[in-house]
């Protein structure tokens, strides 16, 4: 990425996505380089993490996108770097490691969009901070948050979008997956006219805490209960298959039926008369005696 780094300096828009990408850690501290950056979008990069974040923060202040979807070396470490970058309004870290300190450092009064899903370390205070300090927020995603969200989360919500009634019935809340009850939601919606969403959007396995169940490993096998017996059912007998009738092989038309192929004279050499036979037309009558026949007689 180093060429793109000396020739596109203005560069407004990067975006990487997906894991076999070839990006290594020196491309990621090149990102740093284009200070007028705006949208960076780092989805599920190994080697994007906090190192690149504090140099995205001293270095891009005009940031407003920031995307980094399991990006597993991301923390509240470098979140707390990105403080500089007020213009923020669109934030992505679902199934990174970070908290309610983190977040903390990167929410402001531009912040429109937060989408954390899968990220166990958010709590209730870092929704109700999201209340207080971003009036303009417009979509929260919190799907798959199982461990540490409560009910509770939503009452200070409520207060600031109710205190905000020119932007509450613009205001989407995705929990679908999430600890926070069913109840809670439809009153969160009746009462503030927003817009909720009970999908679980959310894929575990991009956490990095992510455990396989063992169930995974057998999905070869049926859900039937039968298939897990160890005593299998011997396959049935295949088919008998009648035998393909015998092919006859084709005769060999003979060439020179004025001699039988394999009565050679004494003087005869074989292949070599058939070839000679084959150059001299001549040669092919039997009754062949002497110049006259080349019809010079």
């Not at 950056?37 to 780092?42: K, T």
């Not at 937060?114 to 303009?136: E, W």
């Not at 006219?193 to 999908?199: E, F, I, K, M």
Request: aromatic share 6%; net charge negative.
């Amino acid at each position: 990425m180093t060429p793109l780094s000396q020739h596109c300096r203005k560069l407004k828009e990067l975006k990487f996505a997906g894991t076999n990408t070839g990006v290594t850690i020196s491309d990621m501290l090149t990102v740093a380089q284009f200070s007028q950056l705006e949208v960076l979008v780092v989805n599920e990069q190994p080697m994007f993490g906090d190192v690149t974040l504090r140099l995205v923060g001293r270095e891009c202040p005009s940031l407003r996108t920031l995307s980094c979807v399991a990006c597993h070396m991301v923390t509240d470490a470098g979140l707390s770097c990105l403080s500089t970058c007020q213009r923020l309004s669109d934030i992505n870290f679902s199934y990174c490691p970070v908290t309610d300190q983190g977040l903390a450092a990167v929410l402001n009064s531009e912040t429109r969009r937060v989408c954390i899903r899968a990220c166990h370390g958010v709590t209730d205070d870092c929704i109700a901070l999201m209340g207080r300090v971003c009036p303009r927020l417009e979509t929260l995603d919190v799907c798959g948050c199982q461990l540490s969200l409560s009910d509770q989360c939503l009452l200070p919500l409520q207060d600031s979008l109710q205190s905000v009634s020119s932007r509450h019935h613009n205001f989407t809340l995705m929990a679908g997956g999430s600890s926070i009850g069913e109840e809670a939601l439809e009153e969160f919606a009746r009462v503030t006219g927003a817009s909720v969403s009970l999908t679980d959007l959310s894929v575990p396995s991009l956490s990095a805490d992510y455990v396989p169940d063992e169930l995974d490993y057998f999905q070869f096998l049926s859900e039937d209960e039968e298939d897990w017996d160890h005593e299998a059912t011997p396959p049935p007998a295949p088919e008998r298959v009648s035998p393909l009738p015998r092919l006859e092989a084709p005769s060999v038309p003979v060439l020179y039926p004025h001699r039988a192929q394999d009565d050679y004279g004494e003087n005869d050499h074989g292949d070599l008369d058939d070839f000679l036979i084959a150059d001299d037309p001549a040669m092919f009558s039997d009754e062949f005696s002497g110049p006259e026949d080349w019809g010079f007689g």
